[in-house]
């Protein structure tokens, strides 16, 4: 079973009297816009975006919402930015953090958009809402005065579930310092029902500098936040959130999920949301969080791949399984091949497990019907857009033996957009290729038996009036036999005299592509 179809089971059983009231079904995930945001976060979109869109498609009413988190104070600097420049903002809610960058309203919103945008473009559509809106609003007012007046419950809490030993005299919020705006600095000493007490201070946290001042102020309206695992539990019911998961690493035993949960019942008196844990995404093995710098983001991704392939990748493997994706190998040519493989199955009528992920790969529009295409391999465009002696449109609809449709041509200007864009920034040396115009010095260290076998290849060639691909592909195959060399040294020949190198495609079809000549002198090694 398509994994999202199994969490959609479980959502529409335990939610069956929400279904029934014809009320809407809330699917809820956040992004802390602290950075550039890294591809990893496209798993947990993926999640919540696909289950909702599952929900959706069985008839059901819907509502995905989308936060970014602007209300959490900035914890760290991202590696490329000027810490110079930010480190007087750490501890400050980055919605009040000036942009990095012009025509962003702060911090949080040049992130925030970016990712949006990125979601956007994948057909991860979502109700959008910012955190900070969610506590001016008022709607966690209630939520924080039952925190404050039950923090006894909150310490237990945070003791019995996860260890975590809280100070007789802490609160379980943060409230902002009226005079600088730290958010972290900040330690509340005193709750009188409708203000709280604070004092500002370097002392309260190692990374964020109080400015001294004592002072009192309400703690709603957005005057104040809740820490993190507080936060995702007020969020559960200030949204009346029914499926909402997170990363892996926050489902331990002890961990956020247990201790939100925990929170949400006997601190709120709320029901927590059914929620699954997402795994990793792993980019060349190496597991992407948001403080480091170093790692594919969103953004590049949404550019290396079109979106339906994208979809493919982040949904083929179940959610709670590690996803591992090596730009540099052979793993997008591979991921279009899939994407082919799962669309022949599909257009023959195949109705399975696989027609689902074919299906909920293209966005909700691209479905009825998803266009019926000749879908060239990936890498063989990918070996094309390197031959300038070659028009991609034609070899293909050489390939295809019919005329090309417009979406034909459309899926070729695809393709090759994306193949020019992996060689040029990821592909490995064995991908790229060059047409040798001259006779390569690598030629002079082939064996005599390999010359051999190029000299009759070049008789048989002349002795035929048609060197299309299939005539090509049965001469080479006949002199390879009586060759008496192995496919590895007779191929390997050719490849070197043409390319230049030990490898390359398949060769019937890429001679059929030379001229006749060309060919022929080459063969002989005459030029
Ligand atoms: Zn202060």
């Known amino acids: 079973m398509f ?4 969490i959609a089971d479980e959502v529409e059983r335990r939610y069956a009297d929400t279904i029934k009231a014809g009320l809407p079904i809330i699917v809820r995930d956040e992004k802390t816009a602290s950075g550039r945001v890294h591809v990893g976060s496209l798993r947990s979109a993926t999640l919540h975006a696909i289950v909702a869109d599952v929900l959706r498609s069985r008839g059901h009413l819907v509502e995905f919402h989308f936060e970014i988190n602007d ?10 930015l000027d810490a110079a420049v930010y ?15 012009p025509g962003f309203a702060n911090f949080a919103e040049l992130y925030g958009q970016e990712y949006v945008a990125v979601l956007k473009n994948i057909g991860f559509d979502a109700q959008i809402y910012r ?3 969610l506590y001016r609003s008022g709607v966690m007012n209630d939520l924080i005065r039952k925190a404050l007046d039950r923090r006894a419950t909150v310490r237990e809490i945070y003791l019995r579930v996860s260890g975590s030993q809280k100070s007789e005299d802490w609160y379980p919020l943060n409230v902002m310092c009226e005079q600088c705006g730290n958010l972290s600095a900040t330690r509340i000493t005193a709750w009188d029902n409708e203000l709280v007490t604070y004092t500002c201070s370097s002392d309260t946290i190692a990374w964020a500098k109080g400015c001294g001042h004592t002072g ?24 009346g959130v029914c499926f909402e998961g997170g990363g892996k690493d926050h489902y331990t035993k002890g961990g956020a999920r247990q201790v939100a949960e925990a929170i949400c019942r006997e601190v709120f008196d709320h029901e927590p949301p059914y929620g699954v844990f997402n795994e990793f995404f792993l980019v060349g093995g190496k597991k992407m969080s948001s403080s480091k710098g170093n790692a594919a983001t969103a953004v590049e991704m949404a550019e290396i791949l079109p979106p ?41 009528g195949v109705v399975d497990d696989d027609s689902q992920l074919f299906t909920f790969a293209h966005v909700p529009e691209e479905r009825t019907p998803i266009t019926k295409r000749y879908l060239p391999r990936f890498s063989q465009i990918a070996f094309l857009v390197q031959m300038p002696h070659m028009d991609v449109y034609t070899e293909v609809a050489v390939q295809k033996g019919d005329d090309l449709t417009d979406e034909d041509r459309a899926e070729i200007a695809l393709r090759s957009h994306y ?7 990821y592909a490995d040396e064995k991908f790229i290729f060059t047409l040798q115009e001259q006779l390569p010095d690598a030629v002079a260290a082939l064996t005599e038996s390999q010359s051999d076998a190029l000299r009759l290849l070049a008789e048989k060639v002349e002795q035929v009036d048609s060197t299309d691909g299939q005539t090509l592909h049965e001469l080479i195959h006949a002199v390879r036999e ?34 006749r000549d060309f060919l022929l002198k080459r063969l002989r090694r005459e030029g």
Not at 419 to 425: I, M, T, Y
């Open 3 to 6: 994994w999202a179809d199994t």
């Open 71 to 80: 209300f959490d104070a900035m914890d760290g600097i991202p590696s490329y």
């Open 87 to 101: 480190e007087q903002y750490m501890g400050v809610p980055l919605c009040n953090i000036p942009s990095p960058e």
């Open 131 to 133: 955190a900070s809106e």
């Open 216 to 239: 009192t102020v309400s703690p709603f309206d957005g005057n104040a936040k809740f820490p993190w695992k507080l936060d995702w539990a007020a969020k559960f019911v200030a949204k």
């Open 308 to 348: 339906h392939i994208l979809r493919l990748l982040l949904l083929k493997s179940p959610i709670n399984r590690q996803l591992d994706f090596d730009p540099d190998g052979d793993v997008i040519p591979v991921l279009f091949d899939t994407y082919d493989r799962l669309a022949e199955k599909y257009w023959s």
């Open 419 to 425: 193949a020019k864009r992996w060689l040029s920034e």
């Open 482 to 515: 009586t060759s008496g060399l192995s496919p590895k040294e007779f191929f390997g020949a050719m490849y070197i005299a043409f390319l230049g190198k030990d490898s390359g495609p398949k060769v019937g079809w890429f001679l059929s592509t030379l001229s």
